[in-house]
């Protein structure tokens, strides 16, 4: 017997004991699974972008970012929120690298030259650790958008608010925005193109390359013509606002801006000024659906006006209901609202609230078809009248926080359309100094309360409340700030979707099996 022949039956019999144990392994149909279920595990990096706060020379703005404390997270990590600037940003220190960028995003030649360099960009405000907020502020004008970035410790649930006062002129009151991450498409139905009204759809891109975007207008008979709508560049590390009045000659009350963006990414918020009744940002709606929900409706509205849009090629039938404290009920006379396909529509429904919390619950009459809403607010009488807007959002899964909250002049509200809910609610350290603490609420099936918040002992400087459903029924949520001026009431109303703190990484076992294969 030859070498050759040797070696063949030895391999033989070498494939055939891996072959056997293989099959005598194999697990069969009644074996346990010992699959895993994915880990939760902390996000490790959080972009953000907040726009330009205001035009007005006499605005003052505040900045206030927080962090809530996240179990599983390292000791190392950094947040940092940095001027748009136009230039190329270094993704590790935040720091410019020195290149400037033009408008098409094309970088521009550096010379090199000392007179040429760009200094270091100073942050507007440097958090020191999770669970403390930090803050900053800035007057005028002419302060720039920001680009935010967290990682390690400081990157699950990060959220930044923008708080502007304006004491006069158009806008005039409390203007605030939670500043939002960067995505492809935003929807913002409540816009205007009146004469009274000043909107601005601000776009601003954190990334080192151009964005492209669309910006479309739907009012009630349909999208309207626009003239330079298309093909919008927003250069690398910038902000570009355009005027929606400058895209259409239509006038109309009641309109939806929709952003699309071809290329990259960008942050989206509109700013919409009223020469008479002040103004506030308009965040975007939610993802479109069958049953929205706008929470948080001031108990002393004046007036409240709701704006839908249906994106899609089928009429929505929508009913309308009022989570009050006592329960679900329909608005004499407004009990439905249809949306024709593509089209926006509006109505007007009054003081709804008459002096309770409330919040809106929209849901389909037959069949369910996706739409986009939200509501613009009034409070006070007469010429001192204020404005805000909220828009419907997505519910609270397992924790979200609003950062900027005093020790009066906030409002949570709390809203279980579904089914009753527990809820926890921590008021964090004061940002100079104080104690964190915590309470729970139930909120009972189909109700709003706004609740009386637990304030941080010692509480020195701002706080930030960070809201955590203990109970599967969804629960939505909504922040007010107030501040009178002059005898105007100023406010603000943030909502407060999940934060997204953790991410689903699944786990894997090995598996003899795939050796037959």
Known sequence: MNRTTLSLIAGTAALAAVTGFATLNQP??????TGKAAAELPVERTSLVCPSPSTSDLAETSYTSFTPVTKGTGADGAARLTAATGQSADAA???????????????????GDKGDKKKAVKPVLTPKAPGTPAVGDTTGGEAPALLGTADGKFAPGWTVQATTEVPAGT??????????????????????????????????????????????????????????????????????????????????????????????????????LDEKLGGDWLAASTDAAGTQVVPGIPKDATAVRLVAHAPGDADADLKIQLASPSGLITPAGHET???????????DLGDVTRGEA?????????????????????????????????SATAPVRTRASAADNSAKGTTLSLTAPEGTAQVKVTASAGSGGGTAVSKTYTVKAGTTQDVQLPVPTG????????????????????RTLT?????????????LPDDRGTV??????????????
């Open 28 to 33: 069969g149909a009644s074996a346990p699974d």
């Open 93 to 111: 220190t935040g720091k410019p690298t020195g290149k400037a960028t033009d408008k098409a995003g094309d970088k521009a030649d550096d010379k």
């Open 504 to 517: 689903a990484v699944p786990e894997a076992d090995q598996d003899i099996t795939v050796l037959q294969k």
């Open 171 to 272: 806008g005039r009151g409390l203007q605030g925005v939670t500043c939002t991450p960067p995505d492809t498409e935003f929807w913002f139905p409540g816009v205007s193109t009146l004469a009274d009204r000043t909107d601005y759809v601000h776009l601003t891109n954190p990334d080192d390359a151009a964005a492209v975007a669309d910006i479309e207008l739907y009012g009630k008979d349909g999208a309207l013509p626009t003239t330079v709508g298309d093909g919008i560049t927003i250069p690398a590390h910038s902000s570009e606002p355009v005027l929606l009045s400058t895209l259409t000659g239509e006038k109309q009350e009641d309109l939806t801006v929709h952003v699309n963006v071809r290329s990259g990414r960008v942050g989206a918020a509109v700013q919409a």
């Open 459 to 478: 509480l020195k400087g701002t706080y930030a409340l960070t809201v955590e459903p203990l109970t599967d029924t969804p629960v939505y949520a909504a």
């Open 483 to 495: 501040a009178t001026q002059d005898g105007v009431p100023g406010f603000t109303v943030q909502t």
């Open 358 to 390: 409330g919040s809106l619950v929209l849901t389909p009459t037959g069949r369910s078809v996706p739409v986009v809403a939200a509501v613009r607010v009034l409070r006070g009488k007469g010429a001192d009248q204020e404005s805000a807007f909220i």
């Open 337 to 347: 609202l249809h949306v024709k396909a593509g089209m926006t529509a509006s109505v």
